[in-house]
Every structure is written in C-alpha cells, then in structure tokens.
C-alpha cells in the first residue's frame, strides 16, 4: 500500500480515474440509501406527529375518524397471542436443530425454517382464510389471525433460538455432563440460561415483524370498530396495519390522520425493538 | 433419549406448518386446477363470469357462465417489477456494501450498516404508504413527465403518455428499496471476511486498491452474492401491501410502457378476494387458492435454491436472516 502511494506517477491517468470514480459511485449508493432511509422516517414521523394526539390514543375508531384504541389494543393482543403459540414451538424447534446439529432431522428444521421465511406473507394469510377462518369456521378472529402470524414468526424464533444456542461454549456442556446431568438438565438448566439474553433478543424481533404485517391479518383478523370483545373465534378484530392501509386511500382528512397516526405507532414500535435488540446482541458480542 | 425424542415432535410443528400450508392450499384449489388446467398460467383474462345468472356445468365442474381465470398478466407484472427491483438493488446494494466493507472504519461499520439495514424492518405497508403519500406525486408529476420527454424519444418502451405515477415502474421502485439491504448485508459481511492476504497479494502486483477490490475481492464473493440475489428476488416476487398500494391494480392488461398499471399474484389475492367472494360457485375463491399455491411454490423453490448455493457454497459464513 504505502510503496504504492510513494509512486503515484507510475500508475497510469485511466487507471486513477476509473478508481476514484468507482469509490465515488460506491460512496453515491450508500449516501442515496441513507437519504431514502431519512426521506422514509421523516415522511413517518413529520405527518405521524402532527396526527398523534391524546384522542387518537384514548378512543376507539367511528367511520373515518375517531381514534386507534382497538387497533391498537387488537395488534397488542393478535402479537401477543401469535407469540405465545410461536414461542413453544420456536424455542424448541430452535433447541433442536442447535444441540442435535447433525442429525438429519435438525438439518430438515434448519432448511424448512429458511424456507419458511421466505414463503410470502399473504399464502399464509390465504392459507389461515382457507383453513381456519373457512374450514374450521372460525370466521374473521383473533385465532386465526393469531395463528397466522404464529406461523410467520416461527421460523424467526426457531433460527435466532438456534444461533444463541451455537453460541453456548461446549465447555459448559462438558461440565454439566461430567457432573452427572442429563441431557434435559443440561439443554433446560445450562444451556438455555446461558442464551437466555440472545433468546429474547430473537424473539423481540419475532414481535416487531408481527406488529407490522398487513398482508396474513387482511384475511383471517378481519377489521373491527370496537375493542376486541374477548372471544377466541367467531369476532373480528382490529389491528393498527389495516388502519394504515384503509385510511390513507379515504377521501376524508380525519381518517388520513389516523393512517399517519397509526404509521407511527407501527414503525416506531419496530424502530425502538430493533435498536434495543441491536444494543443488548452488539453488547453481548463485545463481551466475548 | 425419550426427552429427546419429545423435543423431535415438538420441534417438528415448524416442519409441519409448511407442508400444512401447501398441502391446504393445493387441496382447495384442486378443483379450480382441474378446471383451469395449464391455460390458467398462458391466459391473460381473469373473469367471474355472470354471478347472477344460474351457474353451468363445464367438465364436470359447476361455474359461473362465462367465467375465465388465466393470471399470464398477473405473472407478466411480478416477472416485470421484480426484474426492475433487482436492476436498481443490485447495483445499489453492491456499492452500499463495497463503501461499508472497504472505506468506512470498523468502529462506525457497524452502526451506519445497522441504519441502512433498519430498511428491512421497516413494515411493507408503510413503504406502501410512503409510495402512496410522496413517491407517486413525485414520480408521476415531474420525473416520470421528464422521462418520457428525453429518454422516450429513443426507447418506446419509456415513452408517453408517462401515466399517473401508478405502475410498473413505481412497484419495482419501492419494491428495489426493501431488498436492497438484503443484497447489502449479505455481500459486506462476506467482503469483510474475505482473507486480507488477498487485497495484499493484489496491492503488491501494482493494483490500485479499487482495482485490488474490482478484479480480486469481489468475484471471491461471487457466490455469496448469487445466494443473496437470489433471497431478494424471493422477497420480492411475493411482497404484497407495498406492490398494491403503488402498483395500479391492473386487470387483465399486460403493460406496454413502463409506466402502466400492473398487478402481482400477492397483490391481486388481496385486491380480488372481496369480488371472488361473491361468486356461489365457490371457484373464484378456489382459483384465487390456486394463485396462492403457484406463488408458495415459486418462493419455495426461490428460497430452497437460494438457502442449497449459500449453504453449499459458504458453509463457515452466517448467512443473514431475512
């Protein structure tokens, strides 16, 4: 490097020029990413603000306008509920496809699980209408809605439960066998605790995505004016992502400001998750 | 041994999800794909046919009269916005990660990268109302006009009338920005792991370091960027709420410039689910399950491919979670 920069002369004009423009144009594309990142929160943020008010946040929708009570309580109870299914299944499925690496059937888990993730939110969404919501009866409700985003927030779980876990040093394992626990005591009692920061971190994650899907909730939750009346099945219910996507194409400046409202409380919730799950995984890496 | 083989059954719910899901979807349209047959995927009509008369009997199969399901326009606007997606993320994506690997110091890699990144968790439907709200007015008043007056007058294709700023080329804009960090993540950590003897071995031959970069790093990540693309072109093929709100919901029309309205198969299960519900016969929904069953299969294959070339290709390197 430096026997370069101390004879610059003898590299050819061309050759500079096509160097200095290549990093100019690279430099370009990451200052243009950055500006559309900026140009994407500030829209959210600018109109969000000036939407947001003590009213939005304390009544429940009517028409075009009102508030965003019930969309707001039914995203906290669809999320909520979609984690309590996913988190079992997740942990365990991410459990095994860490501690039994090389077993075929971890190796199917792990594959399925990326596939998974990539399979289109709304051929979940039209899977939960065709199952539960039609098949099963269910109509438009917190279940089906519930499961739906279960299914989506798995593969999520199940991987970042897996990373964690790799993470775990061996010696551990080692200790706890040698002082005579089984394979339960050591996954449960060792292992998990020791990943138990980077678990949770992945599962924070789990519910910043589904806080923000649209596409599987259209079909299965449905859409509700009122506050979720506490059935499992057979009662639509409200989610804040609808709001977003309904009331913006309305010709009424109310339920425009309730779409900028709710935009808001959606990106700020899945802003604020990931910078926190980014603090405590970069902490946990310095610390290693 | 039988604690694990409980943790097996447990943990096989996520296995089971995915194959419940293809297994519901190809159960329920079986009787549309029988209808359809392969037309379904050459035809580019996609019509109820007269819901108020009474429905007809065709192969066995009760429809309503005059009903046709083809989606060929449906898999023309995907194919289309997802290849311009992939024209601008490309090699946006590739530059964000050459700056973030190679000119940007360790201690702010990090952070700048977790900015640009913070793209991905941004939700698909508040791109969808950015779209909506600032990019289409942009677009559609002044850059799209501009577009068809210079470079329209040598490519048909970008010429007038440019539209309302719905279309084509707006979808594969917005679509471009969500798997843009995709294509970044990936392919800067993989620069950033490449062997530093490398970059060495190419500065001693004379190279430039933008040369050490261009013609020795980089195609070291070839792989890992294939893999990538091909993760992005999965997301893409199947976003949904962003593509409907910009996209112009097109209806049995194939695009000519690039400005027109188009719809995708995710975009159109959404837009059309409330009409086909109107139909007793029960095809359109059947038909609609159909759409859904090609497009779990497309991004599928998408993503198994993709997931195979990283895993075989990279095994040592973390592959990004999308």
Redesign the interface.
């Known amino acids: 490097m430096s026997a370069i920069a101390a004879a610059p002369r003898q590299i050819r004009l061309s050759r500079r020029i096509v160097s200095i423009s290549g990093w100019a144009l690279s430099g370009l594309c990451l200052v243009a990413l950055s500006v559309l990142m900026v140009w994407i929160l500030s829209v959210v943020f600018v109109r969000g603000v000036g939407a947001l008010n003590f009213k939005v946040l304390t009544t429940i929708t009517q028409g075009s306008g009102g508030g965003l009570l019930n969309a707001i309580e039914g995203t906290l109870v669809l999320s909520g509920a979609a984690l309590l299914l996913a988190v079992p299944f997740g942990v365990a499925a991410g459990i095994y496809s860490a501690e039994y690496r090389f077993s075929s059937w971890a190796i199917t888990i792990r594959f399925l699980a990326d596939v998974l993730v990539g399979v289109p939110s709304i051929v979940i969404g039209y899977f939960g209408y065709v199952a539960l919501v039609q098949w099963l009866g269910w109509n438009f409700s917190l279940a089906a809605g519930a499961i739906s985003l279960a299914i989506i927030s798995l593969p999520y779980i199940c991987r970042t439960t897996e990373l964690a876990l790799r993470q775990v040093s061996n010696d551990l394992r080692d200790a706890a066998y040698s002082l005579g626990a089984n394979e339960r005591r050591v996954i449960f009692g060792v292992c998990l605790p020791a990943a138990l920061p980077s678990i949770l971190t992945g599962v924070l994650l789990a519910l910043a995505v589904s806080v923000g899907e649209t596409a599987p909730l259209l079909y299965t939750a449905g859409w509700s004016n009122f506050m979720w009346d506490g059935h499992l099945t057979h009662s639509p219910i409200a989610y804040l992502t609808y709001a977003i996507w309904t009331f913006i194409n309305e010709p009424f400046a109310s339920a425009n400001a309730l779409a900028y409202a709710a935009a808001l409380l959606v990106t700020g919730f899945v802003l604020v998750i990931n910078i926190l799950a980014r603090f405590v995984l970069e902490r946990r890496r310095l610390r290693r | 041994m039988k ?2 083989a409980w ?2 059954i ?6 089971l ?2 194959i ?2 293809v297994a ?2 190809a159960i ?1 349209s079986w009787p549309a794909m029988h209808f359809n047959g392969f037309g379904f995927v050459t035809r580019d009509t996609w019509r109820l046919g007269n819901l108020y008369a009474n429905p007809v009997v065709v192969h066995g199969t009760q429809i309503p009269r005059g009903a046709t399901y083809g989606i060929l326009f449906l898999i023309v606007g995907t194919l289309l916005s997802t290849a311009i997606a992939l024209l601008i993320a490309l ?6 990660a ?3 690997a ?2 940007i110091p360790d201690a702010l890699r ?1 952070w ?1 990268s ?3 990144e ?2 991905m ?10 779209g ?3 990019v289409i007015p942009f677009l559609g008043q002044h850059l799209y006009p501009a577009l068809a007056h210079t470079l329209g007058r040598v490519i048909p294709i970008f010429g007038e009338p440019s539209g309302s700023g719905y279309g084509l080329l707006t979808a594969g804009v917005v679509l471009s ?1 969500m798997i ?1 960090p995709i294509i ?1 993540a990936t392919l800067r950590d993989a620069l950033v792991s490449q062997p530093s003897s490398l970059r060495e071995a190419a ?1 001693g031959l ?1 190279a ?4 050490a ?2 013609k020795v790093m980089l195609p070291g990540t070839r792989k890992t960027l294939i893999g990538a693309t091909f ?1 992005a072109l ?2 893409a ?5 962003a593509v ?2 910009v996209s112009g919901n097109a209806l049995n029309i194939l695009p000519h410039r690039i400005y027109d309205p188009i719809s995708t198969m ?1 975009a159109f ?2 837009s059309q ?1 409330d009409s086909a519900l109107q139909d007793p016969t029960g095809l359109a929904v059947r038909s ?2 159909e759409i ?1 069953f090609v ?2 299969i497309i ?2 294959i ?3 491919l ?2 195979l070339l990283l895993l075989m290709w990279n095994s040592n390197q ?1 592959s990004v ?2």
């Open positions: 604690f694990r943790l097996a447990v943990a096989g719910i996520l296995p999800a995915l419940a899901i519901f979807l329920y090699p946006l994506g590739v530059g964000a050459i700056f973030l190679e000119v990090t700048i977790f900015f640009v913070l793209l968790a941004i939700p698909s439907v508040v791109f969808g109302l950015w909506y709200v600032v920005l843009v970044a500065l004379g430039t370091r933008f040369e970069l261009w993760l999965g997301r093929l199947g976003e949904t709420m409907l709100m995710a299960i959404v689910l609609l399950a859904a497009l779990a991004s599928i998408v993503n198994a993709a997931r973390r979670m999308v």
